[in-house]
């Protein structure tokens, strides 16, 4: 299974790319994760290859062939989107972050994103996950909401997901994570 993970700085996708390399090892099978900053720091996009099964022999996903594309931000969904393979999985956090060009005036946010992501495959997912993280008792949490709803789409196991979290996750915020795990693979079952 290949997941192509895509956010901006400080929305989590390092912290989510963890949780699915444990929950591998978890299950057994061999995982490569390999991370892309590109001025992470200033909102930049951030982009992570999650490469599950038996066996990985390379680190890159290729373009065109990740069965999901789990997007932190409507806008780096349509950015990643080529990643995707036809009959793959888009996963969408409502969040808009508006990136510099926009800030400043020189272009505008582009109003049907997922309209767009519609045309890379038929099943594309949106889902307010900083509501969800919210509701669960955490306010940075979205990272992790994202991961359970993916993961409820996906069927993977929940245990292994759960012991996978709580190893990755620090100490103290160990909790916070558990509930929104729970609360995106709940709102991923609906």
Request: charged residues 25%.
């Given at each position: 299974m290949d997941i192509f993970i895509a956010g901006v700085g400080g929305q989590g996708t390092l912290f989510a790319s963890k949780i699915l390399g444990k929950y591998a090892a978890e299950t057994g099978l061999d995982c490569t994760l390999s991370e892309v900053h590109g001025m992470a720091q200033r909102g930049g996009s951030v982009v992570t290859h999650v490469r599950i099964a038996e066996k990985v022999f390379s680190p890159v996903i290729s373009e065109g062939a990740a069965d999901v594309?789990?997007?932190?931000?409507?806008?780096?969904?349509?950015?990643?989107?080529?990643?995707?393979k036809k009959e793959g999985l888009i996963v969408v956090n409502a969040e808009r972050i508006d990136p510099m060009t926009v800030t400043?005036?020189?272009?505008?946010?582009?109003?049907?994103?997922?309209?767009?992501?519609r045309k890379y495959s038929r099943e594309v997912y949106e889902l307010p996950a900083a509501k969800i993280s919210a509701e669960a008792g955490g306010s940075k949490t979205v990272n992790t909401v994202m991961v359970g709803y993916?993961?409820?789409?996906?069927r993977l196991d929940l245990e292994k997901l759960k012991t996978a979290v709580a190893a990755v996750a620090p100490h103290k915020f160990a909790g916070d994570n558990l509930k929104s795990l729970l609360a995106g693979y709940e709102a991923g079952n609906k």
């Open positions: 594309l789990l997007a932190f931000e409507r806008l780096e969904a349509m950015r990643y989107a080529h990643m995707l400043i005036g020189a272009a505008k946010y582009p109003e049907s994103c997922v309209d767009t992501l993916m993961a409820a789409k996906l």
